[in-house]
């Protein structure tokens, strides 16, 4: 079975640290996302990668960089945690428009 | 701005009932058009794809319609299963792989 997995399924931050959220896709899609998703507002596009470094920034990247150093790899980056990032990250990948969806991280930020 | 409209709901249907949920885009250059699932604190899943002519999945039938940029999901016979919140999907730009999604419509159907 094709899998998206995201490194952490809840994670507590200190306002001001960095965050690392890691996801990995064994489906050799060329195409990796990040959302995140907030009551009332639905997925918001934070970064997309169409290639192994490669990136491009969506709707909402302030405050967020990304790496992909590896095909299988997209990381999301909080260069420095604010409560207003406490949201539901939400990782895909896809080898066209089907979207496939890691299980999602719950990020509180204190 | 490619948005993507859909009514919020709820959408309390008893179980049995039909229920028809409807979906505005405002890109009309999208080709690529979807109906996505999200259980309660779960990731979004596939639904169906949504082509012009119409397409059915068993109790679940898409239907497009380009030129008035007008989507619609119909389920029949509604299962407690199907409550869930479903999401509208259409591709940003032709061929650009990325996806614009609509807040969803959160679906409950009661014993």
Redesign the interface.
Known sequence: DVKVTQSSRYLVKRTGEKVFLECVQDMDHE?M?W?RQDP????R?IY?S?DVKMKEKGDIPEGYSVSREKKERFSLILESASTNQTSMY?CAS?G????T????TRLTVV | RKEVEQDPGPFNVPEGATVAFNCTYSNSASQSFFWYRQDCRKEPKLLMSVYSSGNEDGRFTAQLNRASQYISLLIRDSKLSDSATYLCVVESGAGSYQLTFGKGTKLSVIP
């Open positions: 195409n996302f959302y009332g507002l639905g997925l596009l997309f169409y939400l896809s066209g428009t089907v979207y969806f890691g299980s999602g």
